[in-house]
């Protein structure tokens, strides 16, 4: 397994060296440099400028220091926020980022595989329709309509949630999170419903039913672990998913995340911090599609051993 | 089963899109999701005559009023009505829907269908680069995109097509490839048919189902992404309006002027219902494995 | 009292089309000891039956209608659900038709193997873990899996089928259940691993004194192994009787079909084999796939370096079992896959040097009928379509006669002429195999390759097509290689007979004399294993 992991990170080598070069290229391509945008600034306080972050140099150099740098962790200073580097900015990001990603995610998964598991026990019946209904809705009300309702329920009218702000007041992290949650939550419910029932149709669930295994045997032991596939195979889109969720919901309930400083960057042209930043979201997409990966080999017996055998 | 006049002997036969469709009537949320979509089509397409009032007609003395006999409902701190701008932002998102799947559409098909149908090691290198672009994040490089050559209509079609055609190309290569392991298509090899009328007569007829389902699919997904991207100032741009945008300046002055909120995330949302059930609703009529009960 | 007894046991399916009748009114009664078989084809209400006495039907559609059913005097039908489960795994076992997909693929085969020791605590006091897994491995190496200390912790898909059949037995077995019921435990393996499972079911069930119930669609399997026989049609017993009764004093005219329709004995047509006129001629040739299924890329030498002479006129029958390279040889013969070396001859020229182009007037003279009636026609196609296409692409009618000519094809293969306007699964299987050699036939070719063209059929149905095959042949002059993994089926049928195994041809001869005199190990094996309908010949040959 280990070996299988080695290998593939040896295999996102190229894509993210993909990855850093398009940014790369995207970013130098546009009109206009960096410092041509709002206000005319002085000729020679450009030239300096230039000079201090290596424009001046030609784009191949650039290229091959900026690749250099990032080899060593180093993702180069900030152009808006002088004296600041741009990893200083993404660690100062990333906890809070963490760690409403990983709320939303626990929001997501719980939730979405209680529902979807309930819903395809008796499917067509009550049981079925009320869960999967909540689920279409949420689906239906994206993170940018759904957060600022919320908050004009939850924080304006009944006054019961702080609506916005991160650790500064208890409970400021409830909106942020079911926000950012809700509309995983509703897909995974949708994707363990499709594959519960998938399972609950095989010939192995009627053969755990022939044996007198109690119902909660049958859906725990011998259905949940092939029903639950998609939903492992979707933890890698949805972490990507959740990264560019949070750029919304940081904006709406202003969290001074990861989300917020790439929108802000953005916004300000600030250009070494959107190709450090995309660098850093693209490995942590890449390592996390990794993990959910290994995730559904490990809980396939027959993938496990095909990767075992070849390992060895 | 009703006969033919004149060859009263011969039995009509039910093909399986007539079957389909009478699976679809029967599905009322499904229906109503189809009624309600060609509603809003149509409603997109006669806008420039219907709507009420005019795009940029302004009414700063009045400004934002609630609901009212006057502008149904409602109207922005500029006094302009909601019910058009509501309407010609809808003819924006639901044209960004339809290009951009269709973009995703035509990509998707073509790569799926050639690699499902060559097979082999072409197969394995095409599905291949696919995988590594999955593992991209594309809604960064969208913004990135939108960010450094500005932020055209345009570029929004290719940009969201070309991240949405990934799924489609995975589903048309599953399809086709167990479409050509079928005995139907080895018969109709051994007669000898050409490869063409063979992709023509006998793999596309039978790919359409999936197809079709996942294309009704891809435009709430594709409208969701436009929508995201024009929340977050990224997407259309002003003068031009789409519900994303309109959600936006809903949300700055929400604790005011609720409407102004309400009534754009209400278009948005019915709408990806509307596709979303008829998406379902289309599934279970075209699945084979629920064709036969 | 007998151990289960059933009585006027009603079945209906409620579905969006009204009540269908499933099971009606049937009565029937199994003792310790004893081995009741139920016999039907599809749709007989067989399973049916079985599964609604274990509660295991999905319902809705279905409703227990009407009928009792009491084991050991306790009412099966009426029971709360903890009860049943109870009963389940307990006190009445069951094994499936299915051993590949029967077993959970994610949990090993020891620990589906104690869950019902470990579950069903009331009548084996609560078991240790440890205890349930020597009592485990104790019944493996009593089913015959060598090295069951080891196999304990293996996955299902680490056996083979028919090892995976044994496990299954295993499982029913090991609470000692007083009833079992196996639901057709021997159709989907290959027909020596069928003798050994039915060898091992009656030696099981002799050792134990447990009630069997055995549903079966095949009166042949069921003959050395029934003391009883119920023969089921559309839901209704038709006849019930020991099985000397059912297969010596036949009442029910269904039976007797079913009796007949078993293929059984020589061909009973004249041989009419040109000497001297060789159609084709195949020599050395291989055919490999490359796997991409697994991590690495595998070869599979399907087909080994393998040479056949087909004479004019003669049906060659060509048998093997699953994996064999049976179909993959048959399509190499009509060049639908590369084949990597050799030559086929057909008529003089070499198939294998041509270009698919090239290749299209020859494809006129050869076609292919297919085992599956549900994939080989496309479904979105109308009968006229599926038999007009290769008409007019080979030029064989034009526009103004293209009518008359598929109504001709319709005619031939038996089917009414009003149905042509209708699609594929609005016919049954029967009557879409009838289609498919209609396309087959329609190019009037002088060879034919049938690819287990009855397997998918049921019995009656089966009879029917061979008849019409044999028929066409005669009447169309035509040259067929005929592929089945059933051996009666082809020694009714073939002139000549080639076996395959792994990929080689190991032996080949004609028919009859194969069949008395087979020279290799494998073939006498093959040939023994075939279930005879007669139960004092199988009774006398399981002595033996």
Known sequence: MLKFALGRLLQAIPVLLVVISMTFMLVHSAPGGPFSADKAVPAEVLAALEAQYNLDQPLWRQYVSYLGDVLKGDLGPSFKYPGRSVNELIASGLPTTAELGLYAMLVAVFIGVLAGVTASMRPNTLQDYVPMSAAMIGICMPSFLLGPLLVLIFGIHLEWLPVSGWGQIPGDKILPAITLGTGYAAYIARLSRGGMLEVLSQDYIRTARAKGLPEFVIIGKHALRGGLVPVVAFLGPAFAGLLGGSFVVETIFQIPGLGRFYVQAAFNRDYTMILGSTVFFATLIILFNLLSDMLAIWLNPKLRQQVRGDAE | MSTEAGTPSIEKGSSLWRDAWIKLCKNHVALAGLGLLIFLCVVSLLTPWIAPYGYEQQDLLLGATPPSMQHWLGTDVFGRDMLTRIMWGGRVSLTVGFIATAVALAIGVVWGAVAGYIGGRVDMVMMRLVDILYALPFMIFIILLMVVFGRSMLLLFFAIGAVEWLTMARIVRGQVMSLRKQEFVEAAHSLGLPQWTIIRRHIIPNTLGPVIVYTTLTIPSVMLLEAFLSFLGLGIQPPQSSWGLLINYGVETMEEYPWLLIFPGIALSLTLFALNFLGDGLRDALDPRTAKD | ?544
């Not at chain 3, 029971?79 to 049943?84: I, T, V």
């Not at chain 3, 006669?401 to 031939?412: R, Y």
């Not at chain 3, 082809?490 to 792994?502: G, T, W």
């Open chain 3, 1 to 544: 009292m007998a151990l289960l007894e059933v009585n006027n046991l009603s079945v209906h399916f409620d579905t969006r089309d009204g009540v269908v009748v499933a099971v009606d009114d049937v009565s029937f009664s199994v003792d310790a000891g004893e081995t009741l078989a139920i016999v039907g084809e599809s749709g007989s209400g067989k399973s049916v039956t079985c599964y609604s006495l274990l509660d295991l039907l999905p319902k809705p559609p279905a409703r227990i209608h009407g009928g009792t059913a009491r084991f050991d005097g306790s009412d099966l039908l009426n029971c709360s659900a903890e009860r049943m489960r109870q009963f389940r795994g307990n006190d009445i076992a069951m094994i499936f038709q299915d051993p590949m997909t029967s077993l959970n693929p994610n949990l090993t085969v020891g620990e589906q193997l104690i869950e019902p020791l470990i579950h069903h605590p009331i009548k084996t006091k609560r078991q240790t873990r440890a205890s349930a897994k020597l009592r485990a491995v104790e019944l493996l190496g009593e089913v015959g899996i060598v090295d069951p200390e080891r196999r304990f912790a293996s996955y299902p898909h680490e056996f083979s089928g028919g090892m995976r059949q044994r496990v299954m037995i295993a499982m029913a077995l090991i609470n000692e259940p007083r009833l079992l019921i196996c639901d057709e435990p021997t159709t989907a393996l290959d027909v020596t691993i069928q003798a050994q499972i039915l060898g091992l079911i009656k030696q099981l069930q002799r050792s134990r004194d447990v009630a069997v119930i055995f549903i079966s669609h095949d009166l042949g399997v069921v003959a050395g192994i029934a003391d009883k026989i119920m023969v089921m049609c559309n839901g209704i017993a038709m006849e019930s009787g020991t099985a000397e009764d059912i297969f010596y004093r036949t009442q029910s005219d269904y039976t007797r079909r079913l009796l007949d329709a078993i293929p059984q004995g020589a061909k009973k047509t004249d041989c009419r084999i040109q000497p001297d006129a060789r159609l084709i001629q195949a020599s050395h040739i291989s055919t490999w796939f490359n796997d991409y299924s697994g991590h690495k890329v595998r070869t599979v030498k399907a087909v080994d370096d393998i040479s056949l002479d087909i004479q004019r006129g003669e049906i060659l029958g060509l048998v093997g079992e699953s994996g064999s390279g049976k179909s993959t040889l048959g399509r190499s013969l009509l060049q639908l896959v590369p084949t990597q070396t050799g030559t086929v001859n057909f008529d003089g020229t070499d198939l294998a040097s041509l270009s698919s182009r090239q290749l299209v007037p020859w494809r006129r003279r050869m076609q292919m009928i297919f085992q599956d009636p549900y994939a080989s026609l496309n479904p979105r196609m109308t009968v006229y379509q599926t038999l007009a296409e290769p008409l007019l692409f080979h030029g064989i009618a034009n526009r103004s006669n293209i009518d008359a000519q598929v109504q001709q094809l319709m005619d031939d293969v038996g089917l009414a002429r009003a149905f042509i306007r209708k699609y594929p699964h609005e016919f049954s299987g029967g009557q879409r195999q009838r289609i498919a050699i209609g396309r087959a036939i329609a190019t009037k070719p002088e060879f034919i390759i049938a690819d287990e063209p009855v397997s998918a059929l049921d019995v009656t149905i089966q009879a029917q097509i061979l008849d019409l095959i044999i028929d066409l042949v005669e009447r169309h002059n035509l040259t067929m290689l005929f592929i089945s993994h059933d051996l009666s089926v082809v020694r009714s049928i073939a002139d000549r007979v080639m076996v395959m195994y792994h990929g080689t041809i190991i032996e080949q001869g004609a028919t009859e004399s194969l069949w008395r005199a087979p020279q290799q190990d494998y073939t006498k094996n093959l040939l023994g294993a075939i279930p005879i309908a007669d139960p004092k010949s199988e009774r006398s040959r399981a002595e033996r």
